[in-house]
């Protein structure tokens, strides 16, 4: 019965983390090559029209990522045709090379702030489009395959009050 007891507890407390994650999806990059043409499309509705949110955009990469930051391109479709675009820079390694993130080996976990007490308004289906826009220095035109980002997506959680 004790045992029973805990099994239940366990269960509930590991439950209860997880209450303020409302959507999650990642997609794999074939061959951990993100090609600058690839835009990464997620689609989530059913949302609270009151509740503020976090979301984050998600991205997985692997020691054979080149560079120590990462530019993305994103997009939020509202179900009312509006267009929400912005272009982001994100910290992927320190000055000495180490790399942010978690994870052990190889694979780091990135988790990027993308957009704070956000609220959506209406109902209906919202999507997310994110691509790299990675260039070198000097080069106007822009890195054509990103070697070394294996996953990317996003998360949406229920804001803190």
């Known amino acids: 019965m004790r045992n029973c007891l805990f099994l239940v507890f366990a269960i509930f407390l590991l439950h209860s983390c997880n209450t303020n994650v409302v959507a999650t999806e990642y997609k794999s990059l074939n061959g951990a090559v993100w090609n600058k043409d690839d835009v990464l499309e997620f689609r989530f509705s059913e949302l609270e029209t009151l509740q503020q949110y ?26 009312e045709g509006e267009v929400l ?47 790299h826009a990675m260039r070198k220095n000097g080069n106007v035109q822009g890195v054509i395959s990103l070697e070394g980002i294996t996953d990317v997506g996003f998360e949406i959680t229920k804001s803190n009050p």
């Open 85 to 131: 675009q912005d272009t982001l820079e994100y910290t992927m390694a320190l000055p000495d090379g180490t790399w942010l993130g978690k994870g052990s080996g190889s694979l780091k976990e990135n988790k990027l702030w993308y957009k704070e007490n956000i609220v959506f308004p209406n109902s209906g289906v919202y999507t997310l489009e994110v691509s």
């Open 54 to 79: 976090d979301i984050f955009i998600n991205v997985r990469n692997d020691d054979t990522f080149p560079y120590s930051n990462l530019f993305l391109i994103t997009a939020l479709n509202t179900p």
